[in-house]
């Protein structure tokens, strides 16, 4: 039937959905079903068919002819039942149709490419187009079973690892990035177990400046940072403006970009008047904050301080990161969000005595490189200031310490013992 010729009535259904792709659909593969008409040429069915059809340029289209009311109650319910009544592949059936599609799909690219001269539709002659060709037909093979090229990827190895559990959480929840990240996680933790050697690691200190002074081939899956804010309760101190920190603090996060590990964590403290720029300069860097970790300091050693505000009795820590913590199996308190540990104080001894004036507490430290890290990998601290986090590392994590200040530098090769 002449298309022009089909009368449209009041439609049910408002919204027309992907029309492009079902047009595509039908140019590949043909119409399947025809859409429904009565007698006096009024459309009873199909609509979003009859509307990809003129898409594709189509004068004439076949149609079903409903005779009776009998026909035409029952062409609704097919129709109704074609929407209502189907169950979307599972992830591993998509990849399963898809690996059948992929040698049809590819066979199909390189005769594409025989057509134009062995290019790309569109490239000049003699131009390589074997890569355009096979991204081409990765992508037409995602799309065909319904999935994106990255999350068709995703699910392929995840079917090609043959781990049964991370298939069948696919499977269950539809979702594939939960289960392709555990993979990672387990991919990444063997070979962890292959190439790193497990013992004791001593601390390296490197004098100098972590913008410089850290080559950028070394790869690190903990950072534990506190960098220099130097403001007192009221002034500024040694930066003449809040852009002129946040332009150097926005130097240190690209500079640490470079040496995070494949796998990593990434600790940041921030003083609360700091916390909400901060936030925003780790978004736009695209450094994925996953958790906001206050640090609760019960003694108030500056409380006299205050007379316009409200005492600060806490500061923001910023993690970053896309590896799994290193929690351990008991649940306790060290899981929070919230961590309570006092200040260190000059009375202090051992590894908790006060060598810097914005020294953080050592369990506090211990516990963000213990959960930051897995035995064998390595931990760095860019501004070590007095060198606690060195001195909490566990001796099965490789730690590095940076410290520009030589007074610092020094104190730390005095309670490290470091020559």
């Given at each position: 039937?002449?298309?022009?010729?089909?009368i449209?009535g009041?439609?049910q259904?408002?919204?027309?959905?992907?029309?492009?792709?079902?047009a595509?659909?039908?140019?590949?593969?043909?119409?399947l079903?025809?859409p429904?008409?009565?007698p006096d040429?009024?459309?009873?069915?199909?609509?979003?068919?009859?509307t990809?059809?003129k898409?594709?340029?189509?004068?004439?289209?076949?149609?079903y002819?409903?005779?009776?009311?009998?026909?035409?109650?029952?062409?609704?319910?097919?129709?109704?039942?074609?929407?209502?009544?189907?169950?979307d592949?599972?992830?591993?059936?998509?990849?399963?149709?898809?690996?059948?599609l992929?040698p049809m799909?590819?066979?199909?690219?390189?005769?594409r490419q025989r057509?134009?001269?062995?290019?790309?539709p569109?490239?000049p002659?003699?131009?390589s187009s074997?890569?355009?060709?096979v991204l081409?037909?990765?992508?037409?093979?995602a799309?065909?079973?319904?999935?994106?090229?990255?999350?068709?990827?995703?699910a392929?190895?995840?079917?090609?690892s043959?781990?049964?559990?991370?298939?069948?959480?696919?499977d269950?929840s539809g979702?594939v990035?939960?289960?392709?990240?555990?993979?990672?996680?387990?991919?990444?933790?063997?070979?962890?177990?292959?190439?790193?050697?497990?013992?004791?690691?001593?601390?390296?200190?490197?004098?100098g400046?972590?913008l410089?002074d850290?080559?950028?081939?070394?790869?690190f899956?903990?950072?534990?940072?506190?960098?220099?804010?130097n403001?007192?309760?009221?002034?500024?101190?040694?930066?003449?403006?809040l852009?002129?920190?946040?332009?150097k603090?926005e130097a240190?996060?690209?500079?640490?970009?470079?040496?995070?590990?494949?796998?990593y964590?990434?600790f940041?403290?921030?003083?609360?008047?700091?916390?909400?720029?901060?936030?925003?300069?780790?978004?736009?860097l695209?450094?994925?904050?996953i958790?906001?970790i206050?640090?609760?300091?019960?003694?108030?050693p500056?409380g006299?301080?205050?007379?316009n505000?409200?005492?600060?009795?806490?500061e923001m820590?910023?993690?970053?990161?896309?590896?799994?913590?290193?929690f351990p199996?008991?649940?306790?308190?060290?899981?929070?969000?919230?961590?309570?540990h006092?200040t260190?104080?000059?009375?202090?001894t051992g590894?908790?005595?006060r060598?810097h004036?914005?020294q953080?507490?050592?369990?506090?430290?211990r516990?963000?490189v213990a959960?930051?890290?897995?035995?064998g990998?390595?931990?760095?601290?860019p501004?070590?200031?007095?060198?606690?986090?060195g001195?909490?590392?566990?001796?099965?994590?490789?730690?590095w310490?940076?410290?520009?200040?030589h007074?610092?530098?020094?104190?730390?090769?005095?309670?490290?013992?470091?020559?």
């Amino acid at each position: 039937m002449k298309i022009a010729d089909i009368i449209i009535g009041e439609r049910q259904r408002k919204a027309l959905g992907d029309i492009p792709g079902l047009a595509a659909s039908i140019a590949s593969v043909g119409l399947l079903q025809p859409p429904v008409v009565r007698p006096d040429n009024t459309l009873v069915a199909g609509f979003r068919r009859l509307t990809a059809c003129k898409r594709l340029g189509w004068d004439a289209i076949p149609v079903y002819v409903a005779q009776t009311l009998e026909d035409e109650l029952r062409m609704l319910q097919a129709e109704r039942d074609e929407n209502t009544c189907r169950k979307d592949y599972v992830p591993s059936e998509a990849v399963a149709i898809g690996e059948k599609l992929e040698p049809m799909e590819r066979k199909a690219a390189k005769e594409r490419q025989r057509e134009h001269g062995n290019t790309a539709p569109g490239r000049p002659a003699n131009t390589s187009s074997n890569l355009d060709e096979v991204l081409r037909a990765d992508q037409r093979v995602a799309e065909a079973v319904g999935m994106r090229k990255d999350t068709y990827r995703k699910a392929k190895e995840i079917v090609e690892s043959g781990d049964d559990a991370l298939i069948a959480q696919m499977d269950k929840s539809g979702k594939v990035s939960g289960a392709y990240n555990k993979l990672k996680e387990q991919q990444y933790r063997e070979r962890l177990r292959d190439v790193q050697p497990l013992g004791v690691f001593p601390v390296k200190l490197i004098e100098g400046d972590m913008l410089t002074d850290i080559p950028e081939s070394e790869q690190f899956s903990c950072v534990v940072a506190d960098p220099p804010y130097n403001v007192t309760a009221y002034d500024w101190d040694q930066w003449q403006s809040l852009q002129e920190f946040m332009d150097k603090a926005e130097a240190w996060l690209l500079r640490i970009k470079i040496l995070l590990a494949e796998r990593y964590h990434l600790f940041w403290f921030c003083a609360p008047r700091f916390s909400a720029d901060m936030e925003m300069l780790f978004r736009r860097l695209e450094l994925p904050v996953i958790s906001r970790i206050v640090w609760s300091r019960p003694s108030m050693p500056h409380g006299s301080h205050a007379s316009n505000k409200f005492v600060d009795t806490w500061e923001m820590i910023l993690h970053s990161g896309n590896h799994t913590l290193n929690f351990p199996s008991d649940w306790t308190d060290a899981w929070f969000d919230v961590q309570r540990h006092a200040t260190p104080l000059t009375t202090y001894t051992g590894t908790e005595r006060r060598a810097h004036p914005t020294q953080k507490p050592g369990e506090l430290i211990r516990r963000l490189v213990a959960f930051g890290s897995f035995p064998g990998e390595r931990v760095i601290d860019p501004f070590a200031g007095s060198g606690i986090t060195g001195a909490v590392c566990p001796e099965d994590r490789e730690c590095w310490l940076v410290e520009r200040d030589h007074e610092y530098a020094g104190v730390i090769r005095t309670r490290l013992g470091i020559a």
